[in-house]
């Protein structure tokens, strides 16, 4: 049987072990607010019903977010920025309107789900409150900040025993699960190496902070914004969108697509944590993301599969076109896959060269498929079985991915010291570089905590 | 004896010989009358010095000069005289110009051996004029800005059978040698895959040492009066003067029209021992991906992959450039705490690696000590160039031999990351025909082997 499936049939026994926990020991765990369920737990909200949801952060990607889930109700919207929001804000008059998300939730008892689409940086705190209300979170990838909400939330929501999804819709796709079925079936041998690659361009990047502190919109909360965030002057080069460069906010471009990409590389090869990183950029600051950067992991053997290694490049860069891509097919445009097994090649979900593709045809198929990715947590959120990127799948991934930061950030000591960086998964814990473990987990502003 | 008077005795004693070609250049088709056909180039004894010109002396140049400065320094060019003016003040007998037309014009009875130190876009033009009048020529790294023209400087070179010498210094260490060594006595075995990277224009993990991935600046400031600047453009096309360091002095490195980037920077310095340990040639393909790119500035980051073809018994061999701060993955045999270096070169062999010139693990080197000694030491790279020019052995980067090759295959790297050829380039590599001169599937890129000379420049 194949990974993702097993996980989720596990997924499943584990929903039946904690409604039956659910009474008993949450209360005993040390968490700042009495989990909801204490208080009744999320709504079982039967298949012909509709989900009461709420969207915190909505200007954005959230919009999308809650197009795609707007067959259920949206009873409640909350933005910060009033300018930004103003279209979503109109396009649910019935939604009641908040620029607080701790006063939404306080207020709107009948919110039975939350999508969250802040900025990186507030991801956690949103998700965090929520989970422990007993609400269902569909949460904007990277699912948090840093490695240590990742797994705060992680363990929050199997806790809890909400309805998860991470918002890296690709998951849900036929491609991903080809993917798996391909190499599942062993059409390029055991795989040693991957790379992964994306040229987005995300500005700003490789920039200082600025020194303008030009006065605040009235139309924006920017303390609210800031959030858990150290305290800054207000400056426009920080939103909307643009904070995704900014370390205190964002997580660069491999935070920001990274949880897409590497999805499928993480199922079909069921990747677990890294045993090492390393990284190397074009110029890396205390403020943004480099232009460029390389991340190297390598992943150790797993249930009888090989050691593999794991390259990330963006900004550009990529690895060398293969010598079995076929002369005129475009290679590295915007964002991809290469596998690189012992019997062959596989760029995406496609084998190499086309005349392997078109001979090998399909692999067998062993993967259910997505009724759609928002459908798959709205599906969850009704009883249904867990969604392909719940936390408990999305955690390790986030963290994973978010290791690849810290290997960014570290990047002049580790060059100096002639290191990479050596991780112990389970302990969230560099091992042999003690100051990266800064980047693990970050200090919050006072006023706010998970 | 002081040098000045030394000068000018070694002069008088010369004059018979550049009196006699001087009359003789007249009758020639090809400007002049190669220096062979009149004796060749190894006129000058040993025991005499060489008569030296420097063009482009504020930067590197000047440091090539105090580096010959046993020889005669007898006229310098500079289009900027405040950058030269530290050497012009240390060569207070040296003539002083500032158009290399004017001066090798005016001098040249009186010069033997010309070094280039201009910026990249002007090599090529300076060193094949005072190739044509028989002189020999050191030109800085990249031999030249474009393919063509170093195929064309080595040819000249050769025909005029001066001697020449490109300044990659690093060609004349023990490193090397030894590297060449350790390769050819089979320690690593075949080598199949090379990665060669340099920080540039990187300078640390939060400075650079010129900017690329930038734009042209608009407005224009006054040229001051110590520059010229329609003599610095050359033959690049004409553009606004703007001071601040955004095109002179150094910084032009990083624009399309002056400099090559990192790669020409760097690539004829860490190449050249990946070409001489493992022979290689001519590559079959070049490709390469690099961070936002445009016409007036190099990346800020890029890699590029040229494939080699099998050579007699060798192997085929990728060989990866890095700059901007990429790097390849730190290989297993490297130990913790070895750092990296700002530049460096990794062999992979088929039974075991490299680091530039040492075994790896340090451990293995250890046990492996010194390979058989096989290749001449140096007596110095500069010397080397002396030497040759006054009829002893070709100096290790002389033109037609080595340096000629090494910077048009370094130069090819650069086509790959053109931004008008990136839409074509996503579908496919470039290959190389090295006996027809060009790429044979996109020959919209054979454009980039040459360039257009502003009007009243031509090599």
Wanted: proline share 7%.
């Amino acid at each position: 049987m194949k990974s993702w499936v097993k996980s989720d049939e596990e997924q499943d026994k584990k929903i039946a072990r904690r409604d039956f926990m659910s009474g008993s020991a949450s209360l005993a765990a040390a968490f700042t607010i009495v989990p909801s369920h204490v208080l009744g737990g999320s709504r079982r909200v039967p298949p012909s019903e509709k989900l009461n949801i709420a969207g915190v952060g909505i200007g954005g990607r959230g919009a999308g977010d809650l197009d795609e889930v707007g067959r259920e109700n949206i009873v409640a919207l909350c933005d910060v920025d009033d300018k930004y929001a103003a279209g979503v804000f109109k396009r649910y008059p019935n939604a009641k309107k908040y620029h607080d998300f701790r006063k939404m939730l306080d207020k709107e008892k009948n919110i039975d789900a939350v999508v969250i689409a802040t900025p990186d940086h507030t991801h956690a705190v949103v998700a965090a409150a929520a989970i422990k209300m007993g609400k269902h979170v569909y949460c904007e990838k990277p699912l948090a900040h840093s490695i240590y909400e990742v797994r705060k939330l992680t363990e929050a929501a199997r806790e809890a025993g909400v309805a998860t999804q991470l918002g890296n819709q690709g998951q849900a796709s036929e491609e991903t699960r080809l993917a798996c079925e391909f190499i599942w079936d062993g059409a390029i041998g055991p795989v040693r190496e991957v790379h992964s690659w994306c040229n987005r361009p995300i500005s700003p990047r490789g920039i200082d902070r600025p020194k303008e502190t030009p006065p605040v919109p009235e139309t924006l909360d920017w303390d609210l914004w800031l959030g858990p965030a150290q305290r800054r002057p207000y400056h426009p080069c920080y939103l909307p969108f643009s904070w995704r460069g900014w370390w205190d906010f964002g997580s660069g471009v491999l935070g920001d697509i990274g949880c897409h990409q590497l999805v499928s590389i993480f199922r079909a090869l069921k990747l677990g944590y890294p045993t090492s990183v390393e990284a190397c950029s074009s110029g890396v600051n205390s403020e943004t993301a480099p232009l460029a950067s390389i991340i190297r992991y390598d992943f150790p053997a797993r249930e009888g599969l090989p050691p593999v290694k794991l390259t990330w490049y963006d900004g550009g860069l990529m690895p060398a076109r293969p010598e079995e891509l076929d002369e005129g097919l475009r290679f590295g445009n915007a964002d991809e896959n290469l596998y690189i097994g012992e019997k062959g090649k596989m760029l995406g979900h496609r084998l190499l060269p086309e005349a392997r593709s078109k001979e090998y045809g399909r692999p067998p198929r062993v993967l259910p498929r997505s009724p759609g990715h928002h459908k798959e947590w709205i599906n969850a959120c009704k009883g249904g079985e867990p969604a392909g990127s719940n936390f408990d799948l999305a955690g390790p991934l986030t963290e994973v991915v978010l290791l690849g930061n810290v290997a960014l950030r570290m990047g002049q000591q580790l060059y100096e010291k002639g290191l990479k960086l050596y991780y112990d998964g389970p302990n969230m814990k560099v091992t042999n570089l003690p100051e990266a473990n800064k980047y693990i987990r970050s200090e919050y502003r006072e006023g706010w905590s998970l | 004896m002081k040098e000045t008077e030394r000068a000018g005795k070694k002069q008088k004693s010369k004059i018979s010989r550049r009196d006699f070609m001087g009359a003789a250049a007249a009758v020639a088709a090809f400007t002049i009358v190669p220096r062979h056909v009149l004796g060749g180039a190894g006129q000058i004894p040993p025991s005499e010095k060489i008569n030296i010109a420097g063009v482009g002396i504020g930067g590197q140049g000047g440091a090539d000069l105090r580096e010959l400065s046993s020889q005669n320094i007898v006229a310098l060019c500079d289009v900027d005289s405040r950058h030269a003016s530290g050497t012009f003040k240390r060569y207070p007998n040296a003539k002083q110009y500032k158009d290399f037309r004017e001066m090798l014009d005016k001098e040249d009875k009186n010069i033997d051996g010309v070094v280039v130190g201009t910026p990249d876009h002007l090599h090529a033009i300076v060193s094949m004029a005072a190739i044509k009048r028989g002189k020999h020529v050191y030109c800085e790294k990249p031999l030249t800005h474009t393919v063509l023209e170093a195929r064309m400087l080595a040819d000249a070179a050769r025909e005029h059978k001066v001697a020449t010498q490109m300044g990659n210094q690093g060609q004349a260490g023990e490193e090397v040698r030894l590297l060449c060594e350790t390769i050819w006595d089979g320690a690593i075995g075949q080598v199949h895959e090379v990665h060669v990277w340099t920080d540039r224009p990187l300078n640390g993990i939060n400075n650079v040492y010129w900017p690329q991935g930038i734009d042209r600046p608009k407005g224009e400031d006054p040229v001051p009066d110590t520059l010229d600047w329609d003599l610095w453009i050359g033959p690049a096309p004409m553009r606004p003067y703007v001071g601040n360091r955004v095109y002179n002095p150094f910084v032009w490195r990083g624009w399309w029209d002056f400099g090559t980037g990192a790669l020409g920077d760097i690539g004829c310095h860490s190449l050249d021992p990946v070409f001489r340990a493992l022979k290689l040639g001519y590559p079959t393909s070049v490709e390469a991906c690099c961070t936002l790119v445009n016409d007036e500035t190099y990346p800020v980051a890029s890699r590029v992959t040229y494939e080699f073809p099998a050579r007699g018994d060798l192997a085929p061999v990728k060989l990866h450039w890095y700059d901007g701060g990429m790097k390849p993955p730190r290989p297993p045999e490297l130990e913790d705490g070895r750092k990296w270096d700002t530049n460096g070169q990794l062999y992979v062999g088929s039974k075991g690696k490299m680091l530039g010139g040492r075994l790896l693990p340090e451990s293995r080197q250890k046990d492996y000590g010194k390979p058989p000694h096989k290749l001449d030491r140096s007596p110095g790279h500069y010397m080397e160039w002396v030497i040759a020019c006054k009829g002893g052995k070709p100096a290790g980067s002389n033109f037609p031999d080595h340096a000629g090759l090494l910077a048009q295959v370094v130069l090819m790297g650069n086509i790959a990351i053109r931004p008008a050829l990136k839409n074509k380039l996503l579908a496919t590599k470039l290959l190389w025909d090295a006996k027809e001169f060009k790429f044979t599937n996109m020959p919209e890129a054979n454009q980039y082997l040459t360039k257009e000379y502003r009007q009243g420049w031509s090599l």
